[in-house]
């Protein structure tokens, strides 16, 4: 009993998994600080060297101008990228929404043969590598004409996007009661007026989610518009990786004067979904029954 009280009194027990806890914990935390100190020391690196004249051999650059951001708005023609990446965000997310939203309904309110495996096709363009599907994808367009404009570089980044409302969306239906809609027909209300009356102003939190996501995503995705996307149909992500890879000489500090731009609008992209998103809310469930 004394060596009992003993441990008790120094923290420690005969329990070898909880005398190992501490350590593990500890590395743990080692390892992910030593991740994350590596990233925000990469960033930041990018973020230094796109404010500065020259950095050669020291902590810090000899001295700081803005130039770089005007000659890479002038020399990539951001203006015309930013405009071709914010009318493929509103297009990808108006077609995705409508489309999305009544598919979305019809999963959760219905129970029909092969819905679970309907609802792991859906499944398949998010978690897939989009480059696996986007070659024979873009091989398609290309057979009708939609790749290198901006219709292709839509309909391209649709089919990851429209799963992914379709996901988001279906918890938010199948939250409501559908009780709610049966009075609202008692009550002679057609189908138009209770979707668009009755069901729409509950579900405008989960499409605003839904929106904001797809809003990340497609400003994000690189691989499907890298393939489809032409001179007047480039977004920014792809210019940016144009800007790196593509022959000539370029400066430095003007591609990274880019790629902080870039790196800017998808944290403010990020914080906004982070604000209306609800991460336990993108959890859809699928019927038991087939």
């Known amino acids: 009993m004394s060596a009992v009280a003993a441990e008790k009194r120094t923290g420690r027990t005969g329990d070898p998994e909880r005398r190992r806890r501490p350590w593990w914990t500890a590395v743990l935390w080692v390892v992910v600080g030593f991740f994350f100190l590596n990233l925000v020391a990469l960033v930041a690196s990018v973020v230094v060297d796109s404010f500065g004249t020259k950095w050669f051999g020291t902590w810090l650059p000899e001295g700081f101008t803005l130039h770089w951001y005007t000659d890479a708005w ?147 995705m690189f691989e499907l518009t890298f393939l489809t996307a032409g001179p007047t149909s480039t977004t920014l992500v792809v210019t940016l990786y144009n800007a790196v890879f593509a022959a000539g000489i370029r400066a430095n500090q003007s591609v990274d004067a880019m790629a902080t731009i870039y790196t800017g609008s998808m944290l403010v992209l990020l914080i906004v979904a982070l604000r209306f998103v609800n991460p336990t809310q993108l959890v859809t469930r699928v019927g038991d029954n087939d």
């Not at 990446?85 to 979305?104: H, N, Q, R």
């Not at 309904?105 to 696996?132: E, H, N, Q, S």
Request: aromatic letters at 6%.
């Open 74 to 220: 002038s020399q990539f023609g951001l203006s015309s990228v930013l405009l071709v990446t914010i009318e493929v965000a509103v297009a990808v997310i108006v077609l995705s929404v409508l489309i999305g939203v009544p598919a979305s309904y019809a999963l959760a309110r219905r129970t029909f043969p092969g819905k679970r495996l309907l609802m792991v096709l859906f499944v398949l363009p998010i978690l897939v590598p989009p480059i696996t599907y986007g070659i024979p994808l873009a091989t398609l367009l290309y057979k009708l004409h939609l790749a290198g404009t901006l219709s292709g570089v839509i309909v391209a980044n649709l089919v990851p996007s429209v799963p992914f409302v379709i996901l988001t969306m279906t918890p938010f239906i199948e939250q409501i009661d559908p009780k709610i809609e049966a009075a609202a027909r008692m009550c002679g209300a057609k189908t138009t007026a209770v979707f668009t009356r009755i069901l729409t102003p509950l579900l405008v939190p989960g499409i605003l989610a839904a929106s904001i996501l797809v809003l990340v995503r497609t400003v994000g």
